[in-house]
Every structure is written in C-alpha cells, then in structure tokens.
C-alpha cells in the first residue's frame, strides 16, 4: 500500500469547496491554516510539495456579489482576477506564517499540449522547488477561453504532477475515496482501498456529479489517475473537509491509492525513448563521459549538428565514433545549437544575444 510518508515529491488537489464557505463565500481560513501547517511538516522531513488549488473565481464572485449558479465567461474572468489576489494572499499569509515562501504559478491547457510551454513550465516548477519555494498552481481563468482551459483542477493537477516529476499526488475531495457506487444512496458500497489498474468495470462505477463549488466528478478523477500512473506517480484520493487532511492521510484516514508501475524517473524516460528524433547532435569523448556520469549534454562537448528542430524537439545523440548513445530533448532550436557548439556557458550570451539555458540537453531530459 503506498502511503504518504513515502513522497519524495508530492502535489496536492484543493478543490474550491474546501477553501471557500458555500453560504458566506468567505475563505475557510481555519482549515487554510491546518494545510499549512502539513505542508510544513512534510517540508520539513524534505518532501517537495507543490499545491493544485481552485477558488479563485469562488473567492471572487462572493466580493463581487455575483449570484449564485453559472456564470458568463466574462464574469467568470471578472471573479477569477479579483479572486486570485485574494487567494495568493491568503496562501502567501498562511504559508509565510510557517517560514515558507508561496509562488504563484497561472497555466492553461496549451501551456501542457505545445512543447515550448510544457518545458518552461516544468523548468520553472523545478527551479522554484529547488529554491525552497512551494509553488500554488491554479488554471489562469483570468484569460482562459473554453477551448484553452482544462475545465476541472482534477486534470490540471495530474497534469502539473507530470511537469513536476512528482511521484504521489493527493486529490482531497468531500468523500474519503473511490467506491463501487455513490455512498450517499447505496448502502452498499463499498470503498477500494487499493486499485491498480482502471478497467472499464472500475468506470462503469464513476458518477458525474461533483458539490455544489466545483465542477470535478468521480469521472474526472479517473481521467486524472490514468494521467498519473501512466507517468509513475501514485495518485490518492481522500477527504479533505477535515482539518489537517494530510497529518490525518499519514495517520491512517480511508483513502483510495491508484498504484502507478515504475517511477516518474523510469516512465518519463521510457517516453523520450520511444519519440521520433528531429536531428542529431554529435558530441566528444569529454562529454560522453559527462553524460556516462549522470551530468547534463553542455555546448561545450557538442561538435556538430544535423537537422532542422525546434526546442523541445527530440533529437539523437551521436558519440565521436559515430554511435547513437540515446535520445534526448533539447533546450535549443537547431540554428542556436550549431552557434554554440564547443563554447563554455560564460561565453553563450555573447554570441545568442540573450542569456541562454547552460544545459543543452539536460540529464532529466535524456534515454539511453
């Protein structure tokens, strides 16, 4: 049974009901402040958390005074700019209160489907948690249209978990887990403690309905857990309506584990592996016994380039002896890369124009 205790890196789902009271569209402060404090403490053990959370147009429409029911795009778009400063501050509050620095991160979905955006987005989620920062996530409602918008935080933050290279992510919702039929009218349903693999029976048993603030189903959970264990990453889901809702998982609180095959690590590589190279990159026996090390590609080891590829691109790695030692993705369009092939990272700026990525292909980006 996977547990929590286990995360190495772990991204937890906040769905709108539980940060926003439902009559008084007021921010539930209290359990805001007992997130926190598990946030703190899985920090402090050094597990990297990032945090998936709605509300923004919740906590916006109730200081607008919006009615109650759906809203147009535009007064949706309208809610969310007033309510994500109110929802930053209130995280950046809380989480400042416990020694800890809250960033703001705003995606939508082209920023997961084009491949320039999906890397910038992981390069920064894994530059802020190497700083020490716990980045809050939330889709960017504010200029998101319905075509551009993944339309529930369920996805997104399967999505984010998978930028992240994160292995366990935590739905907290208003019921403890997956049952076999909706508990609230059948006596007999049962909850899954485990499953590990989503048949088409396990489907056939998801319901659409989602409370009254949110817009996920038991559907969009499971459209999430195969997102996650597809990229190595556990997937729970359990009841976030009680006060310190990770301390409780950690004590043994009824979950449900969607248990992933592999490693974020093992699956991620599998996938580079299996991609269709663009060009080629020839590299040095220096750089080769870099790559051999566990280290990133450098323009300094690179000698020549084949091809025409964008950034982001797949493209092979040839050692000196003209062997194809694996595949990777590269940080640079192919006109940038033969402009700095063989130059130190000190001297890339002066001859691009503009401050560059050290690593050519970085060591988490590469297949062998």
Not at 78 to 95: E, H, K, N, S, T
Not at 294 to 318: H, K
Request: proline share 3%; glycine share 12%.
């Amino acid at each position: 049974m996977a547990a929590l205790t286990d995360a190495k890196r772990l991204v937890v789902k906040i769905g709108s009901a539980l940060l926003v009271d439902r009559e008084t569209g007021a921010l539930r402060s209290t359990w805001l402040d007992g997130l926190a404090d598990d946030v703190a403490r899985l920090r402090a053990r050094g597990t990297d958390v990032v945090l998936v959370s709605s509300g923004s147009i919740a906590l916006g429409r109730g200081a607008l005074g919006l009615p109650s029911g759906s809203l147009t795009l535009e007064q949706s778009q309208a809610a969310a700019a007033v309510g994500q400063i109110r929802l930053a501050g209130a995280y950046d509050a809380a989480l400042a209160a416990r020694g800890l620095i809250s960033a703001q991160v705003l995606v939508t979905l082209e920023d997961s489907i084009d491949r320039r955006r999906y890397l910038n987005t992981r390069a920064t989620l894994e530059q802020l948690i190497r700083l020490g920062a716990v980045p809050i996530v939330n889709e960017n409602d504010t200029v998101a249209t319905d075509e551009i918008r993944y339309g529930d935080n369920d996805r997104l933050a399967a999505q984010v978990a998978v930028t992240a290279g994160a292995d366990q992510l935590v739905l907290l919702s208003d019921i403890d887990g997956f049952y076999s039929g909706n508990p609230a009218s059948d006596s007999a349903a049962r909850r899954f403690d485990r499953i590990e693999a989503i048949t088409p029976e396990i489907e056939a048993m998801a319901g659409d309905a989602g409370s009254g603030l949110s817009k996920g189903g038991m559907k969009t959970k499971l459209m999430a857990a195969k997102t996650a264990m597809a990229a190595g990453c556990d997937m729970a889901i359990a009841d976030g309506f009680i006060l310190h809702p990770l301390a409780a998982m950690e004590a043994g609180a009824a979950a449900t584990w969607f248990i992933a095959q592999g490693t974020p690590q093992q699956r991620r590589k599998a996938w580079i592996g299996g991609m269709k190279p663009r060009g080629r990159l020839h590299v040095d026996a220096g750089a080769v016994r870099a790559m051999t090390r566990g280290s990133s590609l450098l323009p300094a080891g690179l000698t020549d380039v084949d091809g025409e590829f964008g950034r982001g691109d797949p493209v092979e790695i040839i050692g000196p002896e003209g062997t194809r030692l694996g595949l990777g993705l590269t940080r640079y369009a192919a006109p940038d890369a033969a402009s700095v092939k063989g130059l130190r990272s000190e001297e890339i700026a002066a001859v691009l124009g503009y401050p560059a990525r050290a690593a050519l292909i970085h060591r988490d980006d590469m297949a062998f």
